[in-house]
């Protein structure tokens, strides 16, 4: 391990095999969210030294891929290669190895390197954030789990917000493993949305059926949307206030003479969820310890 300091973590990884003591903050994120379940195919981001592929293989017994630009020493029964995860041929790999439905569940615990400037660090952060995000979008599976460590910043919220455009639950979460001096925190993504349309978008529709509840139906791109206090035959302009997995539900803005042309509207709204920015957003006052199933990142001063 790169980071000479000694402490509790640090010594348990030593004690229980695992390759750094970031291992501790996925099992406390397992503990926590539940994100790997038995069989899944896990892929995990800027895996080097390994410490996270261990975890991941214990808590799946499923198939485990890691990709980093560093090499990987061998982890028994689990995959590793030397890539880029911007590169297309990388992403052509992983999705080889994880068959066409793709990953259950993709995992970047990655950090750039750091030159000791807070913003300029933060912004670097981010921008490797956004790689894995993008990276997750292509090879993980309709209803996948996307978790990535983040540092807090100015521009932290707004990937927060990009993230919870394209999942159906979002949150963020420090582990206790997490050190008390760094900015770390963790965006827990689950049910990646595959659907056509965003919350927050605005439609033109024609109201085609009606449902059980007696909600009109319409649909954008054959996708279903329940839209309240409608009748057949309404055209109407709707506000998406909720995309599930396989149905949306909207919100009449107004009645229609007709439908327009691109029933698209050019500004949709995005609804930006409002998030505290402390590290402490979500601490876990009691973890597991141990062997109940890589942080070696050292922060910048912010002075």
């Known amino acids: 391990m790169a980071r000479n300091q000694k402490d509790y973590y640090y010594d348990l990884a030593q004690k229980e095999g ?14 926590h969210s539940n994100i790997i379940n038995r069989g899944n195919t896990i892929v995990d981001l800027g895996a080097a030294p390994g410490g996270w592929l261990q975890v991941a293989k214990e808590l799946s017994g499923g198939r485990v891929f890691g990709v980093d630009l560093q090499k990987i020493e061998e ?7 030397k890539g880029d ?6 992403i052509e790999k992983i999705l080889e190895f994880a068959g066409k439905g793709g990953a259950d569940v993709v995992l970047c615990d990655a950090a750039p390197n750091l030159t000791g400037n807070w913003a300029l660090d933060h912004a670097r952060g981010i921008e490797l954030n956004r790689a894995a995000f993008e990276c ?32 159906v639950h979002v949150r963020a979460y420090t582990p206790q493993a997490s050190r008390s001096t760094s900015a770390e925190i963790y965006i827990i993504a689950k049910k990646f949305l595959t659907a056509p349309i965003r919350k927050g978008q605005i439609y033109a529709a024609e109201i085609k059926e009606l449902g059980a509840s007696g909600d009109g139906i319409a649909y954008i791109d054959d996708f279903v949307l329940f839209v309240k206090e409608t009748e057949i035959g309404d055209i109407v302009k709707i506000k998406i206030k909720d995309v599930k997995p396989n149905f949306g539900f909207a919100e009449v ?25 402390s590290a402490d957003y979500e601490k876990e006052e009691n973890p597991p310890r141990g062997n109940v199933s890589r942080d070696n990142y050292r922060p910048p001063n912010k002075e």
């Open 18 to 31: 695992y390759r750094s003591r970031a291992s501790y903050k996925l099992k406390q994120i397992q503990h």
């Open 75 to 81: 982890i028994p029964r689990v995959t590793t290669i």
């Open 85 to 90: 995860i911007t590169a297309d041929s990388t």
């Open 136 to 167: 997750a979008k292509k090879i993980l599976k309709p209803k996948g789990t996307f978790v990535v460590k983040v540092f807090q910043g100015d521009m932290f919220k707004d990937f927060f917000d990009d993230v919870t455009s394209e999942f």
């Open 253 to 277: 803005v107004e009645k229609l003479d007709a439908l327009p042309e691109n029933p698209k509207y050019d500004n949709p709204i995005q609804q930006r969820t409002q998030i505290p920015l």
